[in-house]
């Protein structure tokens, strides 16, 4: 079967080279175990160990971290060799373990994956300061999606022949934005085993994380909230609302989207605002990272009215994958005269306002809530998102950049036009 390239592949390779642990962290399902498989087997002729922490045997040889060391001696050589640690989650007191191994100095280099454990994710990240360097997988993204199911026949062409054949490029982003990105969900070839997959993953997810840890207690609550949450996506949360639907008190709506955040489920963006404490106080609004899953919880995959906000959570993954290594946050805007916009990328001194569109536009044209925007903050740029227009126009003193959704893939342009 063809398997999923993912970009971040060659980044963690590049890394293998330095003498900080490589964590690689991501939702349950992403690919973490299967990207893993595949950089070591890359590493013919090197010295290799993989051991998978959810094997009982496996987990068994860091019991002990002095024995484990000598095991590692002894399997080595004393040589210069790759560890690979699968579910590193799993090892109890993981990150002060790893942070004794780091520290003997040893001639080895530690690859680790672990899922969205709220250890992992709090307690072994602190301890492994300076240490390590951290790689996010999320599910497959629009660009990985789309070479997929193209057979990696275009190569750096992709961004082009979406360009110029609308055909092809309606038929990936309509299976994308009812099915998402998880690997196992990708690879199925038919609609009923895509969703029996879904399901599995998200039962899988609430057994294994969820449960363990609310101790049992009011999982089916936590459950109502994420369909809520599924239903109401990209809305300011409404933690008033949300207590009467599911019983619960604010401050448990809190602590589970806290735990759904950490998992790597939804993540929130914070309201704009010039002054930094008002934004700390207004609630959010949640976007979940996989469309699929979103669509699962609302048990509706193919709505015509919720076109537009299954197109504005996929424009979110877009924006959040472009600007994830530079000095920028996301924001959505709303004034009190309730005018809005979808999204505020803010780079420091350089606002870029971005409205999303799920149809597709013929000719450049704004939104009165979006004008509002550009007169009170007057950014040098803003974008507006859409299905199939690419246009430049200046409103004010701005310059909007009309920009169909493919030309956001990355490595499908460079930012820059005309």
């Given at each position: 079967m063809?398997s ?13 080279s330095?003498?900080e642990?490589?964590?690689?962290t ?14 070591a087997?890359?590493l ?11 094997i ?5 040889l ?11 001696h ?25 942070k ?11 690859v ?17 300061v ?9 599910t497959t ?54 969703l029996?997959?879904l ?68 993540r ?37 009215s919720d ?12 924006l ?5 290594h ?22 420091g ?23 509002s ?5 007057k950014?040098?740029e ?18 909007v ?6 030309e956001?893939m ?9």
């Amino acid at each position: 079967m063809l398997s999923i390239h993912r970009s971040l592949r060659q980044e963690i390779v590049e890394h293998l080279s330095r003498k900080e642990m490589t964590l690689l962290t991501g939702p349950r399902q992403a690919g973490k175990t299967t990207l893993l498989k595949e950089i070591a087997a890359g590493l013919e002729g090197q010295d290799l160990l993989f051991l998978n922490l959810d094997i009982p045997k496996d987990r068994g040889l860091l019991e002990d971290q002095e024995k484990f060391v000598a095991y590692l001696h002894a399997f080595s050589g004393g040589k210069p060799s790759t560890i690979f640690i699968d579910e590193i989650q799993r090892l109890e007191n993981a990150g002060l373990y790893l942070k004794g191994i780091y520290d003997r100095d040893l001639p080895y280099k530690f690859v680790l994956t672990g899922s969205g454990s709220l250890e992992l994710k709090e307690k072994v990240t602190e301890s492994l300061v300076g240490r390590k360097r951290n790689f996010n997988l999320l599910t497959t993204s629009i660009e990985e999606f789309a070479a997929y199911k193209t057979n990696y026949q275009f190569g750096t062409r992709l961004g082009e022949i979406l360009a110029t054949n609308q055909v092809l490029r309606e038929e990936i982003l309509t299976e994308y934005l009812m099915f998402g990105g998880y690997p196992a969900v990708v690879t199925e070839k038919r609609e009923s085993d895509k969703l029996r997959t879904l399901e599995e993953i998200y039962q899988g997810y609430i057994e294994r994380d969820i449960v363990a840890m609310l101790q049992l207690e009011k999982s089916q609550a936590f459950i109502t909230l994420m369909r809520l949450m599924a239903s109401r996506s990209g809305s300011i949360v409404n933690y008033s609302d949300l207590a009467k639907l599911t019983t619960l008190r604010h401050e448990t709506i809190k602590k589970y989207l806290w735990y759904a955040e950490k998992t790597f489920i939804i993540r929130p963006i914070s309201p704009f605002f010039t002054n930094k404490e008002k934004e700390l106080v207004k609630a959010p609004s949640y976007y979940f990272l996989d469309i699929g899953l979103r669509n699962y919880l609302r048990g509706i995959f193919d709505d015509p009215s919720d076109t537009g906000m299954r197109f504005q959570t996929f424009v979110y993954r877009l924006l959040e994958k472009r600007f994830r290594h530079a000095i920028a946050s996301i924001h959505f805007w709303r004034s009190k005269a309730k005018a809005e916009v979808d999204f505020v990328v803010n780079r420091g001194p350089d606002l870029l306002p971005v409205e999303v569109k799920s149809t597709a536009l013929k000719t450049p044209s704004v939104t009165r809530s979006y004008r509002s925007f550009l007169e009170q903050y007057k950014p040098k740029e803003g974008w507006v998102v859409n299905r199939s227009l690419s246009a430049d126009v200046m409103i004010g003193e701005t310059i909007v950049r009309f920009i169909p959704w493919w030309e956001l893939m990355e490595g499908a342009w460079s930012g820059e036009k005309g």
